[in-house]
């Protein structure tokens, strides 16, 4: 279920709309990878996980909108959550993160579970997004002194049996003229984060690993979904 079906909510806030395309824009991926054989069935368990509790948060806060803008008369029976800004609701939901369901997305900084943050880097010359970048992949971005992360993703990929994974090493693969990647991301120069298809985080290590290979697999591993990877269970 998706959509108005799966949580009808009062128009005041204009969210509705937002929240079900939230909710293809979750799923769309994880079914594209299990219909190709790249991820197993628990993958699609994490879309309800992941979603409702943000259909829950964004119900409430239009019906605290619709209440102190529609009918206000209501307030003296329900207690309407408090409201929280706009931004938080429409990019700063959160997926499994121990930051909870929503924070300020300009002060996520790249934490797993958030909206990997809108950077311009270049790419051969060419401007580009990180969110482009991600646009139906995976991404696995690494600091300057992170290559090792790099060729760990393309072990890491072929584990999962040619899973879709782009690694870049930023400064050898992607110019950072503005020096904002690695506050953005909130790693060192020798840290690396994956992104998932979707944009959103999937995990981050500040700093560098003595087995990149296996970290990486782990977090791949958790983020599939995938209960036969060892470590996965973390984040
Ligand atoms: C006044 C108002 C203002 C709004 N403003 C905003 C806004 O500014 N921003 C925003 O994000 N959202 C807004 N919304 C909410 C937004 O319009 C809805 O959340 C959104 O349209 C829901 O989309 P949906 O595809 O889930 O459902 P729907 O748009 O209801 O689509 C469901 C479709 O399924 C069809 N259907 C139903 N039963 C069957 C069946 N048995 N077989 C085949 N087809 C079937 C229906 O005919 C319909 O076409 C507003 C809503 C209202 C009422």
Same mark, same amino acid.
């Given at each position: 279920?998706?959509?108005?079906?799966?949580?009808?909510?009062?128009?005041?806030?204009?969210?509705?709309?937002?929240?079900?395309?939230?909710?293809?824009?979750?799923?769309?991926?994880?079914?594209?990878?299990?219909?190709?054989?790249? @991820?197993?069935?628990?993958?699609?368990?994490?879309?309800?996980?992941?979603?409702?509790?943000?259909?829950?948060?964004?119900?409430?806060?239009?019906?605290? %909108?619709?209440?102190?803008?529609?009918?206000?008369?209501?307030?003296?029976?329900?207690?309407? @959550?408090?409201?929280?800004?706009?931004?938080?609701?429409?990019?700063?939901?959160?997926?499994?993160?121990?930051?909870?369901?929503?924070?300020?997305? %300009?002060?996520?900084?790249? @934490?797993?579970?958030?909206?990997?943050?809108?950077?311009?880097?270049?790419?051969?010359?060419?401007?580009?997004?990180?969110?482009?970048?991600?646009?139906?992949?995976?991404?696995?971005? @690494?600091?300057?002194?992170?290559?090792?992360?790099?060729?760990?993703?393309?072990?890491?990929?072929?584990?999962?049996?040619?899973?879709?994974?782009?690694?870049?090493?930023?400064?050898?693969?992607?110019?950072?003229?503005?020096?904002?990647?690695?506050?953005?991301?909130?790693?060192?120069?020798?840290?690396?984060?994956?992104?998932?298809?979707?944009?959103?985080?999937?995990?981050?290590?500040?700093?560098?690993?003595?087995?990149?290979?296996?970290?990486?697999?782990?977090?791949?591993?958790?983020?599939?979904?995938?209960?036969?990877?060892?470590?996965?269970?973390?984040?």
């Amino acid at each position: 279920m998706a959509g108005d079906a799966a949580h009808l909510m009062p128009p005041n806030g204009g969210f509705g709309g937002n929240t079900g395309i939230h909710d293809a824009h979750n799923l769309a991926w994880k079914l594209a990878l299990v219909i190709k054989g790249l @991820a197993g069935s628990g993958l699609l368990d994490s879309y309800e996980t992941e979603r409702k509790p943000v259909a829950v948060f964004t119900v409430e806060q239009s019906f605290s %909108r619709y209440v102190a803008r529609t009918a206000p008369w209501l307030a003296a029976r329900v207690q309407p @959550a408090p409201l929280v800004d706009d931004l938080r609701i429409e990019l700063g939901y959160l997926y499994d993160s121990p930051l909870g369901v929503h924070a300020d997305p %300009r002060s996520t900084c790249g @934490a797993p579970g958030s909206r990997a943050p809108h950077l311009w880097l270049e790419r051969r010359g060419q401007r580009v997004s990180t969110i482009d970048l991600a646009a139906g992949r995976y991404v696995l971005f @690494a600091g300057g002194a992170g290559s090792a992360w790099v060729d760990a993703a393309k072990e890491a990929a072929n584990r999962f049996g040619g899973l879709p994974l782009d690694a870049y090493c930023i400064g050898r693969d992607l110019a950072d003229p503005g020096g904002q990647f690695l506050p953005g991301f909130g790693i060192s120069s020798s840290g690396a984060s994956l992104v998932r298809p979707d944009g959103f985080v999937a995990w981050r290590c500040p700093d560098h690993a003595t087995e990149p290979a296996a970290v990486l697999h782990a977090a791949l591993g958790a983020s599939l979904k995938d209960s036969l990877t060892p470590g996965a269970q973390g984040k």
